[in-house]
């Protein structure tokens, strides 16, 4: 895995670049079967976020938009000036900070389960929640709680193995995003102003990240392409891998000619 401006990733394939940003407690390790399948038509980049995998966590008291300018940087000394970005979650917070800073670098960009809007008062409470949680429990038995419901089938085999990725995450690097996820500006203006197509990939199942609020958002796009996916949650690429990654597939397709 390479490193550049403290950011690791990995690169698979060659042509028009694809970033894939993971999300809350996760790594570059949740797109490998993305690059894997992608890679044959497209370069794919995914990369950890600091502090998150191999990558190096930004001092305390970071914002969303520092991890973004952070990812920013790294892709300048990629040489990386065209490119279509994908965040899950927590990556498409970032994804959506890249845009609103450096939107010239960018052809189009996906939320992948990921809104635009801020956090409400009930969820900020919530976050405060987690950090009290974690400042006295650890990570594992948050993250054993906090993955499952994640997923709507919860006989899918997929979830154990990303339990166990999460608990690698270290305390410090999930109350800090916490902290950052919490105080987050709402976005909405990125869809609004942003010149290329924005792709929505949205869970029916999906407690979090509700359909109707994203439905609300796609309004709001010069260019949206929305596609829901009837039995999962907040995970489609375990919970519908094929269908999200033939999605992300045809997206770039259509953006790249």
């Known amino acids: 895995m390479p490193e550049k401006a403290g950011i690791f990733y990995t690169e698979e394939g060659t042509g028009f670049p694809v970033i894939f940003i993971h999300g809350f407690c996760e790594t570059n390790e949740i797109w490998k079967a993305f690059s894997n399948h992608l890679s044959k038509n497209f370069r794919i980049l995914a990369v950890d976020l600091p502090g998150f995998g191999k990558s190096t966590l930004l001092p305390e008291g970071f914002s969303i938009t520092d991890v973004a300018n952070k990812v920013l940087v790294w892709l300048e000394t990629t040489g990386i000036t065209d490119c279509v970005v994908v965040g899950h979650s927590l ?89 950052a996820m919490r105080d987050r500006p709402d976005r909405t203006e990125v869809l609004r102003s942003f010149a290329g197509r924005i792709l ?39 919970e519908d891998p094929c269908r999200t990654i033939e999605i992300v597939r045809r997206f770039v397709l259509e953006v790249a000619e």
């Open 200 to 238: 929505f990939i949205a869970g029916e199942k999906d407690n979090g990240i509700p359909l109707d609020s994203i439905t609300k958002q796609v309004i709001l796009t010069a260019h949206p392409v929305l596609h829901t996916l009837p039995l999962a949650g907040h995970m489609g690429m375990f």
């Open 91 to 179: 990556g498409g917070y970032v994804a959506l900070a890249m845009a609103e800073q450096r939107p010239e670098l960018f052809r189009a960009f996906g939320l992948f389960h990921s809104t635009a809007y801020a956090d409400s008062e009930e969820k900020k409470q919530s976050r405060n929640k987690v950090i009290e949680f974690v400042a006295r429990q650890g990570v594992a038995p948050f993250v054993g709680s906090f993955i499952p419901p994640l997923f709507f089938d919860q006989t899918n085999p997929n979830i154990q193995s990303v339990v166990a990725l999460a608990s690698q995450t270290r305390p410090e690097t999930l109350i800090a995003y916490v902290r």
